[in-house]
């Protein structure tokens, strides 16, 4: 478990109020509450930018209420129903992982075995000793046709296996920057592996 102590304060810095500012606006007067789930993700990019792990501390979430004008169990509520938000301090890297049936028929496990193998976390919500990974049980990322997915911070990595994986921890484990994110196997978007085998023609209509 990562350790570092909740905050005693918390305001929005100048680059997190430009962007409050901007989602209140979406909304019309009377609505603000309206900018709930937005308001606690810039907190929570605040928060990675000023500690290095991106989580929800209770007081940035009673700031988020008292801008919105909200009672603050309501933002405890949105912010305990989604897995988006980390209520705890996260490594650097948080591995978010997919067992769900698409992901699992085409081998999660592997997946899950090789970032505990990398990491030595023994399970699921847990942070390694050196801080730098933290791994979580998600529901389905919505990449079915690209499974087994991992998702790393805010990228997507498909296609996966256990080796594939390994190589792509071991990498950061050794201070490597993040790959460019996508399928693993080379594959453009959802298309075959290999690329496209039908409609590789255009036809001309005459016009």
């Known amino acids: 478990m990562n350790t570092l102590a909740e905050p005693t304060d918390f305001a929005f810095d100048e680059?997190?109020?430009a962007d409050v500012l901007v989602a209140i606006a979406r909304y019309p007067a009377g609505k603000q509450a309206s900018a709930v789930m937005p308001?606690?993700?810039i907190a929570q990019r605040q928060m990675k930018r000023v500690t290095g792990s991106a989580w929800l501390p209770r007081l940035a979430m009673d700031v988020v209420a008292k801008r919105l004008g909200m009672a603050p169990v309501r933002v405890y509520e949105m912010a305990t129903f989604y897995?988006?938000?980390n209520l705890q301090p996260v490594g650097k890297y948080h591995l978010q992982l997919c067992t769900t049936t698409p992901c699992w028929l085409r081998g999660s496990d592997d997946v899950v075995a090789a970032c505990k193998k990398i990491t030595g976390i023994h399970g699921f919500g847990e942070t390694s000793a050196d801080g730098m990974f933290t791994m979580t049980e998600v529901e389905c990322l919505g990449a079915c046709v690209n499974a087994p997915i991992?998702?790393?911070?805010?990228?997507?990595y498909e296609d996966l296996d256990g080796a594939r994986t390994e190589a792509l921890l071991e990498t950061l484990k050794s201070g490597g920057a993040l790959p460019a994110p996508g399928s693993t196997v080379g594959r453009h978007a959802s298309e075959p592996e290999g690329g496209r085998s039908v409609l590789l023609a255009t036809t001309s209509t005459g016009e």
Not at 150 to 156: F, K, M
């Open 15 to 17: 680059a997190a109020e």
């Open 39 to 41: 308001l606690l993700e």
């Open 83 to 85: 897995l988006m938000y």
């Open 150 to 156: 991992l998702q790393i911070n805010d990228d997507y």
